[in-house]
Each structure stands twice: as C-alpha cells, then as structure tokens.
C-alpha cells in the first residue's frame, strides 16, 4: 500500500508561482510512474504531468507545457510540481498518483494510488 500527501496549495495571483510536494510512504516510491492531475469544479479529472520511474521521462498536458515542471527526488520519496505563470484557469484541487508501469500514462484508470489533494487558487 503506498500513502501519498499533497502539500504546497494556495491562493495566489494571475501571473505568480506555486510548488506543490507529494511525498510518499513506503520504500518502493522510485518503482512508481508518478502523475499529477487536477480537477475543478464541475469538470472531470484531468492529467496535468507525468514522470518516469529514473525522472528521466516526463509528459505535459498542452495546457500546462513550458509553464509547469515535474520532478522527483527518490531518496526524499517526494515528486514535486512547480506552477510558474499561474492562470485563473489553473484553479482546482490538484492531486498526485502513483502507478506501477514503466510507462506514463495520461488516464485516471491506469493510477493505482491517489493523495487527498491539495486547492489551487488564481485570482486573476
């Protein structure tokens, strides 16, 4: 069983920059894809950024491309997202995943665990 916890959320202006952290329980973090998603309100759930098991791999959504960045430190058991250039649209509750494949997937189904996430508010 892997426990994943969200931190990093907030309010904050149009155009600022947040840094959202997951850490994770266990000793296999680095055997896991690991994923972000948000959702907002009224909306599904959607794929924000992906990173491979090594961070060697990463994948965006178009949405957030040249504006987010994922990453991973295995020794902390932490993957991180840094949100630059934030857009009132970028407001959702953000959630980080985990999944057991060597490859990233962008679909809910495919992570196998999720964290409690964590509110991100822009206020334009």
């Known amino acids: 069983q892997v426990q994943l916890v969200e931190s990093g959320g907030g309010l904050v202006q149009a155009g600022g920059s947040l840094r959202l952290s997951c850490t994770t329980s266990?000793?296999?973090?680095?055997?896991?894809?690991m994923g972000w998603f948000r959702q907002a309100p009224g909306k599904e759930r959607e794929f924000v950024a992906g990173?491979?098991?090594?961070?060697?791999?990463?994948l965006y959504a178009d949405s957030v491309k040249g504006r987010f960045t994922i990453s991973r430190d295995n020794a902390k058991n932490t993957v991180y997202l840094q949100m630059n250039r934030l857009k009132p649209e970028d407001t959702a509750v953000y959630y980080c995943?985990?999944?057991?494949?060597?490859?990233?997937?962008?679909?809910?189904?495919?992570?196998?665990?999720w964290g409690q996430g964590t509110q991100v508010t822009v206020s334009s």
């Open positions: 995943a985990a999944d057991p494949s060597v490859v990233i997937f962008r679909v809910v189904y495919q992570y196998d665990y």
């Open positions: 266990g000793r296999t973090f680095s055997s896991y894809v």
């Open positions: 990173i491979g098991r090594s961070g060697g791999s990463t």
